[in-house]
């Protein structure tokens, strides 16, 4: 029922807004996840990484706020999604980023610890992925094959 | 007249060579890729620069958070080229469209609003040390710049699901 609603309902607050919250989302989530990544790297030295702690409870509400309204667009065309490889190359992305900003958020905050080569690895990886999962996102509608059921794209 | 115009316009700019390069099979998704990231770092840079002026995570100084503005710029400047090529491409698909004309509208509003933060309070808020809040003038700026640029997000997403012909409800176009 979640699903007819989510692809018929004619009000703008199903998919179209779906859609808009995700876009929103999508920002919060990899644009604060960029900006950190950039100042691990050495761009903008003078930005006090330390303050960039709160950075994060913007991240998590952009990841949540994704999880929520991704899943609304998986139960509306969940073959769509499924029968695609690039939607599960688009979760690994995502799975990865989020591995990596826990990890970094461990490493790096809160007692500013020396930012290693390590460190940099993972914050250059982390923009990687997170480029790499709006790349696989934005393709999700030019690679769809089965957009329900037996009905082709 | 003016619509006579619109549509010269339109037919000059799909026969330009950056129209015909962004008919390739790939152009377009990996311009649409490149437009999300711009807005990305966009709103991951000015948009928690706004939320800071709105009062939240206050302990960091607005002078630190103003420093990440370059990195919004360099988004912003990636979506203009960006959405040139779009716009070139698929003039009509733009022109008539009522999200466009929203997505524009909150542009240029954004774009007065950001004049006036650094002709009246740049000055007052980059002292801002940490824990101290942003005047009331200031906060306000703040909070129409997120409201707009949340806006662009939205019409920029809503474009397809008013491509001319289906915009019967738009009572301008």
């Given at each position: 029922m979640l699903s007819v609603w989510v692809r018929e309902?004619?009000?703008?607050?199903a998919f179209p807004f779906i859609l808009v919250v995700h876009a929103w989302g999508m920002g919060l989530l990899a644009g604060a996840n960029a900006a950190v990544d950039l100042r691990i790297l050495g761009f903008a030295p003078r930005v006090p990484l330390s303050a960039m702690s709160k950075f994060y409870p913007v991240m998590w509400f952009g990841f949540v706020i994704n999880a929520v309204s991704g899943l609304l667009l998986l139960i509306g065309y969940p073959t769509k999604a499924l029968t695609n490889p690039v939607f599960y190359l688009k979760l690994l992305c995502i799975t990865v980023g989020m591995i990596l900003m826990s990890w970094v958020r461990r490493r790096v905050f809160?007692?500013?610890?020396p930012l290693t080569g390590n460190i940099k690895a993972m914050a250059a990886l982390s923009l990687l992925v997170w480029a790499g999962a709006i790349v696989s996102g934005r393709l999700l509608a030019y690679t769809c094959k089965h957009l329900l059921g037996d009905m082709k794209c | 007249m003016l619509d006579e115009s619109l549509r010269e316009l339109a037919r000059w700019l799909s026969h330009t060579s950056l129209a015909s390069f962004m008919s390739g099979a790939w152009e377009w998704p990996i311009a649409e890729s490149l437009h999300f990231m711009g807005l990305s770092m966009l709103i991951g840079t000015v948009g928690i620069f706004d939320l800071r002026l709105l009062g939240f995570a206050k302990r960091i100084p607005l002078s630190a958070l103003h420093r990440l503005i370059p990195w919004g710029i360099g988004g912003f400047v990636v979506n203009m080229l960006t959405g040139i090529c779009f716009l070139t491409a698929a003039a009509d698909q733009y022109m008539y469209n009522p999200a466009f004309h929203l997505k524009i509208l909150s542009m240029a509003i954004a774009g007065v609003n950001v004049m006036l933060f650094y002709t009246t309070m740049f000055k007052k808020v980059r002292t801002l040390g940490p824990g101290e809040d942003a005047p009331m003038p200031a906060r306000i700026i703040g909070g129409v710049s997120l409201t707009c640029w949340l806006s662009v997000i939205a019409c920029g997403r809503l474009l397809t699901f008013y491509r001319p012909p289906s915009f019967h409800w738009c009572f301008w176009c």
């Open positions: 309902s004619p009000t703008m607050f809160p007692r500013d610890a | -």
